[in-house]
C-alpha cells in the first residue's frame, strides 16, 4: 500500500524555523517526483515546492522562494520541507504528494494526511 | 501564472441528482487539468487526470472533459459520500495552480 506520513508540525514565532519530514513507504520513492501543497485553515489548495526523483529540478512558489527549502534522502524515502523565516501568512496544513506518473510533473496522488503548521506570537 | 477559476463556489443538490462543475483556466492548459475531491477534515484524494481519465477505483458517475480552457467535472446520481469540496488542478505550467473549489451541499 501506498502511504506518505508528515511530521514536524507545530507552533513557532514569526521568523522561526521549522523542519517538515515526509516518510513514504509502499512505493519505489526515488524514481518519483514528490510535492508540497498547504492549506490555510478554511481556505483552497495552495501548490508549495516540486522535488525531481533525482533532486536535479525544484520549484517553488514565489509565496515561500528564498525562505523554503525542499529536499529529499532517496536512501531513507523521506521528503523534506525546510521552512525559514515563517509569516502568520505560512499557517496551514501541509502535505506530501507524490507525483501521479513516473515521467515529468503532473498530477499529484496519493497525498499524506498532512502536518498542521502554526506561525504565531 | 494560470488563474483556475471555478464555479459555482457553492452547489446545492439533493441525493439521486446529477451535478455538473466546472473549471475554467486563465489560457490553455491543454488537458493537464486533475480533480480532487477532499471530504470534511481529510486530505484531498485524486479524481480524474488528464481531463478525463478517471483515478483507479473511481465510481462511473464521476466522470470529466473539456481540453484548453473549459473543464467539468460532472457527476451522475448523487450519493450521499460525494457532499464534498472539489478542486481542480493544471499541471501544464509552473506554478501548477489549484482552482478556489466548489463545496458540493446537501440541499
Known amino acids: 500500500e501506498v502511504q506518505l506520513v508528515e511530521s514536524g508540525g507545530g507552533l513557532v514565532k514569526p521568523g522561526g524555523s521549522l523542519r517538515l519530514s515526509c516518510a513514504a513507504s509502499?512505493?519505489?520513492?526515488?524514481?518519483?517526483?514528490m510535492n508540497w501543497v498547504r492549506q490555510a485553515p478554511g481556505k483552497g489548495l495552495e501548490w508549495v515546492s516540486t522535488i525531481s526523483s533525482g533532486s536535479s529540478d525544484i520549484y517553488y512558489a514565489d509565496s515561500v522562494k528564498g525562505r523554503f527549502t525542499v529536499s529529499r534522502d532517496n536512501a531513507e524515502n523521506l521528503l523534506y520541507l525546510q521552512m525559514n523565516s515563517l509569516r502568520d501568512e505560512d499557517t496551514a496544513v501541509y502535505y506530501c504528494a507524490r507525483d501521479g506518473f513516473r515521467r515529468g510533473y503532473n498530477w499529484f496522488d496519493p497525498w499524506g494526511q498532512g502536518t498542521l503548521v502554526t506561525v504565531s506570537s | 501564472e494560470i488563474v483556475m477559476t471555478q464555479s459555482p463556489a457553492t452547489l446545492s443538490a439533493s441525493p439521486g441528482e446529477r451535478v455538473t462543475l466546472s473549471c475554467r483556466a486563465s489560457?490553455?492548459?491543454?488537458?493537464?487539468l486533475a480533480w480532487y475531491q477532499q471530504k470534511g477534515g481529510q486530505s484531498p484524494s485524486l479524481l480524474i487526470y488528464?481531463?478525463?481519465t478517471r483515478a483507479t477505483g473511481l465510481a462511473a458517475r464521476f466522470s470529466g472533459s473539456g481540453s484548453g480552457t473549459d473543464f467539468t467535472l460532472t457527476i451522475t446520481s448523487l450519493q450521499s459520500e460525494d457532499f464534498a469540496v472539489y478542486y481542480c488542478q493544471q499541471y501544464t505550467y509552473w506554478p501548477f495552480t489549484f482552482g478556489g473549489g466548489t463545496k458540493v451541499e446537501i440541499k
Open positions: 488528464g481531463a478525463s
Open positions: 509502499g512505493f519505489a520513492f526515488s524514481t518519483y517526483s
Open positions: 489560457q490553455s492548459v491543454n488537458n493537464n
